[in-house]
């Protein structure tokens, strides 16, 4: 696999609240987008992902990634909101804090995902991007039963509303996909920072353009997302298998 990621503050946020790290052996790569509406949301998504990164580092064979192990990404999405909740039992001034989480992790034949809130993956092949993930958000319920439009879902005031978040509950619900692993795919992992002041399309143009390298690709990604407004933090993890 080849992994590139990048993490922007973005123009009005005062600090940056997302999270990202990935551990090529273990075959594990996760992003965070602490909830900046409540305390301490980099804190939960530090919590998170160091949570993930860790156990799937430490429970997977030298020669077999996480996955292919035996790992269950609904077990690793468990244990990060433990970490997170656990941290608001010992000290009160931090109940409240939540986070996002988005997961991919890798087999040599297989790909599993799994995401918590409004942190979406998308998979590029032979030139075409698809969204794999739903918000877990009304805005989308709305979006998925024809009552609004993509761009009334974009303009929305209700469009950062979580029903799931890790933290906010003592078991998490996320969503949880397996996918056959085909070479030559991309995924993109990122926040609402990209996808909120970027369209799908816009986006899918700049992954697909073969001509960058998977680095300048997450670099104009958040660039573009910037040259928008930059409105909340960015973050990418573009993922070649």
Do not use: K
Not at 45 to 51: F, I, K, P, S, T
């Amino acid at each position: 696999m080849e992994i590139v990621g990048e993490s922007h503050r973005g123009h009005v946020r005062p600090r940056n609240e997302d999270r990202i790290d990935w551990d090529e052996n273990a075959g594990v790569v996760v992003l965070a987008d602490g909830m900046g509406g409540l305390p301490y949301g980099q804190e939960a998504a530090r919590l998170a992902v160091e949570a993930v990164t860790r156990i799937a580092r430490n429970h997977h064979s030298s020669d077999h990634t996480w996955l292919e192990s035996g790992g269950d990404p609904a077990d690793l999405v468990q244990l990060a909101n433990r970490a997170v909740l656990s941290y608001t039992e010992r000290d009160r001034r931090y109940e409240g804090m939540g986070t996002t989480l988005a997961l991919l992790c890798a087999a040599p034949d297989e790909l599993a995902i799994a995401h918590v809130g409004d942190s979406r993956i998308y998979r590029l092949r032979e030139g075409h991007l698809e969204r794999l993930t739903a918000d877990h958000t009304p805005v989308q319920h709305a979006l998925a039963a024809g009552e609004i439009t993509e761009a009334e879902a974009r303009r929305s005031p209700e469009r950062n509303v979580l029903e799931r978040a890790l933290g906010a509950v003592t078991r998490a619900e996320p969503d949880v996909s397996r996918l056959p692993r085909q070479s030559g795919d991309l995924f993109l992992l990122c926040s609402d920072g990209l996808t909120e002041p970027l369209a799908d399309e816009a986006i899918g143009a700049i992954v697909a353009d073969t001509d960058r390298s998977l680095a300048q690709r997450a670099r104009a990604l958040v660039d573009a997302a910037l040259d928008s407004g930059g409105p909340d933090n960015i973050s990418v993890i573009l993922v070649r298998t």
